[in-house]
């Protein structure tokens, strides 16, 4: 049966799901721009959870997430999470309960609407091309990490071509020993199987998010074996 009805879940993405989901993003980044100077109120994090929830409500992605508890509130966290595919970012955006700032790919400026709308929500754009550049926008986002402001890293840096998790960038990971805040580890499951890398359609499929404990980076001696620890945390996430 679901091979006789997956032709019309495609049609269902691309003549109703993805234009209603563009409408819902103009509108979300026009929002977001003219309350830039309540960028991170509330009401505008409520509306960006909308905006990223109708995602998986247009293609009828159940959705799970546990964990929540290990979340303190008032408290600043680096969040580190696996890369699976675009809908980690909807994912994370949607049911992740805090307000954070998104290290992004210094490409995904120039998007319309969503450039212009990620940068008057205070989300910071990282040049990988350039070393300099790329310390200077940790400094930025390091300078907004006050009063429960977050962020979050994928430190492998781009989707997984596979579904697993790849290798962690130390460069991630600077903002917490610079302001030795604990990082919590994200584990993402479900999001390969909807939309791989390269791939035109998406699949339902079942998605989940795992919160981990928080880890104290300064627990451990050698940067490499506090990485792999994360690492491990975000890989066992994903299995439980």
Same mark, same amino acid.
């Given at each position: 049966?679901?091979? =006789?009805? !997956?032709?019309?879940?495609?049609?269902?993405?691309?003549?109703?799901?993805?234009?209603?989901?563009?409408?819902?993003?103009?509108?979300?980044?026009? /929002?977001?721009?003219?309350?830039?100077? /309540?960028?991170? #109120?509330?009401?505008?994090?409520?509306?960006?959870?909308?905006?990223?929830?109708? #995602?998986?409500?247009? @293609?009828?992605?159940?959705?799970?997430? +546990?964990?929540?508890? $290990?979340?303190?509130?008032?408290?600043?966290?680096?969040?580190?999470?696996?890369?699976?595919?675009? /809908? +980690?970012? *909807?994912?994370?955006?949607? *049911?992740?309960?805090?307000?954070?700032?998104?290290? @992004?790919?210094?490409?995904?400026?120039?998007?319309?609407?969503?450039?212009?709308?990620?940068? #008057?929500?205070? $989300?910071? /754009?990282?040049? !990988?091309?350039?070393?300099?550049?790329? @310390?200077?926008?940790?400094?930025?986002?390091?300078?907004?990490?006050?009063?429960?402001?977050?962020?979050?890293?994928?430190?492998?840096?781009? !989707?997984?071509?596979?579904?697993?998790?790849?290798?962690?960038? !130390?460069?991630?990971?600077?903002?917490? *020993? +610079?302001?030795?805040?604990?990082?919590?580890?994200?584990?993402? +499951?479900?999001?390969?199987?909807?939309?791989?890398?390269?791939?035109?359609?998406?699949?339902? $499929?079942?998605?989940?998010? $795992?919160?981990?404990?928080?880890?104290?980076?300064?627990?451990?001696?050698? #940067?490499?074996?506090?990485?792999?620890?994360?690492?491990?945390?975000?890989?066992?996430?994903? =299995?439980?």
């Amino acid at each position: 049966m679901k091979y =006789i009805l !997956r032709p019309f879940y495609w049609l269902w993405q691309y003549l109703i799901a993805w234009p209603i989901f563009l409408v819902i993003t103009i509108f979300t980044a026009i /929002f977001t721009i003219i309350f830039v100077p /309540f960028r991170n #109120a509330e009401f505008v994090h409520k509306e960006q959870q909308f905006w990223s929830r109708s #995602a998986f409500w247009l @293609m009828f992605l159940p959705v799970s997430v +546990d964990g929540l508890e $290990h979340i303190k509130p008032g408290q600043s966290y680096v969040f580190v999470a696996n890369h699976q595919s675009m /809908f +980690d970012v *909807w994912l994370v955006y949607g *049911w992740l309960p805090v307000i954070f700032k998104w290290l @992004m790919k210094a490409e995904l400026r120039k998007v319309p609407f969503v450039g212009t709308a990620c940068k #008057a929500a205070g $989300h910071i /754009f990282v040049d !990988r091309r350039n070393a300099k550049a790329a @310390m200077e926008s940790l400094k930025d986002v390091e300078k907004q990490l006050v009063n429960g402001v977050c962020t979050v890293i994928f430190p492998e840096g781009t !989707r997984s071509l596979n579904g697993e998790v790849g290798r962690f960038k !130390r460069g991630a990971f600077q903002i917490a *020993w +610079d302001l030795g805040l604990p990082v919590i580890p994200l584990s993402l +499951d479900g999001c390969f199987e909807v939309l791989p890398k390269g791939k035109p359609f998406v699949r339902r $499929h079942p998605v989940h998010m $795992h919160v981990g404990e928080p880890i104290d980076l300064k627990q451990y001696t050698d #940067a490499n074996e506090a990485i792999e620890a994360v690492r491990n945390a975000v890989i066992e996430g994903r =299995i439980k």
